[in-house]
């Protein structure tokens, strides 16, 4: 009895044990004054009043008749006419996620520039290319970013005299040692990459916010990207989930997912003696010309014993993970979440990356036979260091913002440029023929015990 009230105590201060980042910063741009956004009650430093900014032509917008929907982050932008930079002091190392916040609340002209259009950097990365955003649609941009320095260095850079830059909000946040394994970051021909999260789903769920998410995230439902035909719907529903998530040490973490994400899903099952032969099946549109990080986050909720579900994976047509055996992946406990990540390559099939769930040839009549809770998918940066365009970071300067000494920089920086681009041809001619569309890595690198169970990483030709 005592024994069982310590053990259930451990396992809730473990649970509640919140997530500390080593760094953290919350700038509000265009104003001096501290801002708290009321609904995740976070407090973020005006930039008037942080040392993060060093701008010699900024001017601070405040929006006259705010929409009070919206969060106050967006009452304030800062606005650029020259390039610009945030800079971050970084003690701990390593992954970093940074998020921007743009809200164009119909900023009037600005000495003689009329209209937002410019670039983004960060440490050698390029984030944002050519970029504007849709005047008063608010757009949130989220990346990782592998920082070896001690400064993160932010760049907003207009793209000619006739346009400016703008920024109402920036976020700067170490990443939990697991979400993000230095071994992904470094994986690919040693290239180090930035990544730009394009989808963050909670499937079969409603929308998380960042209230409910450890690391401030926004998950949204999946209902646009499922693909549902008549001969499935029989088989497969949504499902919420109101009992605990076991996150359980080694296993994917509260800041991997979170508990409103894990606790809804979507799942085939089979209710007589026969197996289902339908696929759920999701569609996600993305820009050819980069591979892609893909992490599908399973948790089951839908079983009523352990033991009882195993399904295929598909990515792209392609069988990924055959017989996946959740039961045993989690150490034989229901509720508790896992998640494996894929490297995919689209440029070798089409401008979209498709997930197919379905039964297995050792799937179990009258049980689940397929569930998915999550998926998150991030673009990662090419062999320039690009997360949008062809172009490095070198290049982005060298229209009419700078002159003199600093154009002999530049062409040289151009030189370098040209030298990646050639590499970058030569490579996607050498791959086409040889590599495959896809390859595996460790969903986690640093556990024993799940891993032992878990194939290593590979690549197969396709
Ligand atoms: C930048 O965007 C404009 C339109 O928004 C387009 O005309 C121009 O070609 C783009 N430049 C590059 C280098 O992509
Ligand atoms: C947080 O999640 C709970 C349910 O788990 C929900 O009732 C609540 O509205 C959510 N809060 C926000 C701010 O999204
Ligand atoms: C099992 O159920 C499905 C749909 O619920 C039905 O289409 C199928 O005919 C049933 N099979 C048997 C053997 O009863
Ligand atoms: C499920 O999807 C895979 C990959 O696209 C395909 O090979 C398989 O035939 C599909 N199964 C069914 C029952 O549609
Ligand atoms: C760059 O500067 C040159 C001369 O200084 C001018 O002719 C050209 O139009 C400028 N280009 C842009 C994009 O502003």
Known sequence: MHTQIILLLLSLALSIAAFSPADHYLIDSGTAASTVVDLDHRKFTGDGSSSTLSSTKSLALKESNPDPN????????????????????????????????????????????????????????????????????PRIKDFVILVDDEELVIRFIPVDKTS??????????????????????SSDHNTKHAYETVYR????????????????RNWVPDDEFLKLDDGSMKSV????????????????????????????????????????????????????????????????IASISIGMIFFNVYLNGNLVYENLDLSSLTRYMLASPFYADFVVDP????????VDIGPSKMSMPRSVDGIL??????????????????????????????????????????????????????????????????????????????????????????
């Not at 932008?77 to 119909?106: C, E, M, W």
């Not at 979400?179 to 992904?184: A, H, Q, V």
């Not at 789903?201 to 401030?216: R, Y």
């Open 347 to 354: 440029e070798k099939f089409t401008d979209a990356i498709r």
């Open 70 to 137: 919206l969060s106050p982050i967006y009452h304030t932008a800062r606005v650029f006419t020259k390039p610009s930079d945030y800079k971050f002091k970084i003690n701990q190392k390593g992954s970093i996620l940074v998020r921007l916040h743009f809200y164009n609340f119909d900023f009037k002209n600005i000495g003689t520039t009329c209209h937002d259009q410019f670039h983004v950097s960060a440490n050698g990365y390029v984030l944002l290319h050519n970029f504007s955003v849709p005047k008063r649609n």
């Open 373 to 462: 809770n999550g998926v998150e998918i991030w673009k990662m940066s090419n062999t320039m260091g690009s997360l949008d365009g062809e172009v490095c970071v070198g290049q982005l300067e060298s229209k009419n913002q700078s002159g003199g000494q600093m154009s002999r920089l530049l062409s040289l920086t151009a030189a370098v440029c040209l030298l990646a681009i050639a590499f970058l041809v030569m490579r996607r001619k050498t791959e086409a023929k040889n590599s495959a569309g896809w390859s595996r890595v460790p969903a986690d690198v640093s556990e024993i015990d799940l891993k032992s169970s878990y194939p290593k990483s590979a690549v197969v030709n396709v």
């Open 237 to 300: 529903r949504k499902l919420h989930f109101d009992g605990r998530i076991n996150y359980q040490l080694g296993g994917a973490s509260r800041e991997v997912g979170p508990d409103n994400m894990y606790n809804s899903a979507r799942l085939i099952s089979s209710l007589n003696e026969s197996i289902p032969r339908v696929n759920l099946t999701w569609v996600f549109p993305v820009n050819k010309g980069f591979s892609y990080l893909v992490r599908l986050h399973f948790c089951d």
């Open 201 to 216: 789903i909670s499937v079969g769920g409603v929308k998380v916010t960042p209230f409910n998410d450890s690391l401030w």
């Open 164 to 185: 400016f830059a703008f920024v109402n909000a920036i976020e700067v946040i170490s990443a939990p040692n697991d979400l993000f394994p230095i071994e992904y970051v």
